[in-house]
T-cell receptor, first 114, second 113 residues
Framework: GAVVSQHPSRVICKSGTSVKIECRSL??????MFWYRQFPKQSLMLMAT?????????EQGVEKDKFLINHASLTLSTLTVTSAHPEDSSFYIC??????????FGQGTRLTVV | AQSVSQHNHHVILSEAASLELGCNYS??????LFWYVQYPGQHLQLLLK??????LVKGIKGFEAEFIKSKFSFNLRKPSVQWSDTAEYFC???????????FGKGTRLSVIA
C-alpha cells in the first residue's frame, strides 16, 4: 500500500515557540491531505483540508493563524503550530488521499508543550 | 454532513469470546467504510475497508465487517478474541471525491485472560 511519512514522531517544545510537522506521501502524489488532532482517549477530529497550491480549508473552531498549513508540492504538506501553548499538546495525524479516494495515514506526531 | 456513531464506549471480553462492535453512519449517498485499530501508544492501522461489492468484508487478524445498507451499519466482528486484540477501534466513513474520513468516537476493547 501507499506510504505516508510524518515527521517528527515526537516533539517537546517550550511555550511560545513554533513547531513544524511534515507529512510526505512517499510513493504517490496527493493533491489533498488532511490534518487531524487526537486528544487522549478520544477520536480523531479533522482540523483542516490541505490542497496543493491553494489555501487550506479549516474546520469550525480551528484557528488558521495558529495552525498554519502549507501544501507546496504534491508530496508534502506541513502543519506549523505557532506560539504553542500547553493546551496545544496533542497527537497530530496527517492523511493523504491516493488514487481511488483511499486515505493513507501518517504515523502521527505527539506534541508536548511545556 | 455525515456522522458516525459507535455505540459501545468500552467493551470488556474474556479471551476466546466473540466480538461485535457496532457502527452506524448517517449519510444518504454512496460511502466508503473503514475500521481502524489503534494499539496502545501506536498509530492507526487499517483493519478492513468496504468500497463496493460483497458487503461482507474480511480484514486482517481475523476481523470481518458487514455492510448493511438498509441499516446504515458496518459492524465489526471477530469470532474469538485474543489478549493482543486489546486496543481502540475506530469506524470511519468517507464520501466520494476529495473528502476526509469522518471518524466515530472509538470503542475501547479490553480482553482479559
Amino acid at each position: 500500500g501507499a506510504v505516508v511519512s510524518q515527521h517528527p514522531s515526537r516533539v517537546i517544545c517550550k511555550s511560545g515557540t513554533s513547531v513544524k510537522i511534515e507529512c510526505r506521501s512517499l510513493d504517490f502524489q496527493a493533491t489533498t491531505m488532511f490534518w487531524y488532532r487526537q486528544f487522549p482517549k478520544q477520536s480523531l477530529m479533522l482540523m483542516a483540508t490541505s490542497n496543493e497550491g491553494s489555501k487550506a480549508t479549516y474546520e469550525q473552531g480551528v484557528e488558521k493563524d495558529k495552525f498554519l498549513i502549507n501544501h507546496a508540492s504534491l508530496t508534502l504538506s506541513t502543519l506549523t503550530v505557532t506560539s504553542a501553548h500547553p493546551e496545544d499538546s496533542s497527537f497530530y495525524i496527517c492523511s493523504a488521499l491516493g488514487l481511488g479516494t483511499e486515505a493513507f495515514f501518517g504515523q502521527g506526531t505527539r506534541l508536548t508543550v511545556v | 454532513a455525515q456522522s458516525v456513531s459507535q455505540h459501545n464506549h468500552h467493551v470488556i471480553l474474556s479471551e476466546a469470546a466473540s466480538l461485535e462492535l457496532g457502527c452506524n453512519y448517517s449519510y444518504g449517498g454512496t460511502v466508503n467504510l473503514f475500521w481502524y485499530v489503534q494499539y496502545p501508544g501506536q498509530h492507526l492501522q487499517l483493519l478492513l475497508k468496504y468500497f463496493s461489492g460483497d458487503p461482507l468484508v474480511k480484514g486482517i487478524k481475523g476481523f470481518e465487517a458487514e455492510f448493511i445498507k438498509s441499516k446504515f451499519s458496518f459492524n465489526l466482528r471477530k469470532p474469538s478474541v485474543q489478549w493482543s486484540d486489546t486496543a481502540e477501534y475506530f469506524c470511519a466513513v468517507k464520501t466520494s471525491g476529495n473528502t476526509p474520513l469522518v471518524f466515530g468516537k472509538g470503542t475501547r476493547l479490553s480482553v482479559i485472560a
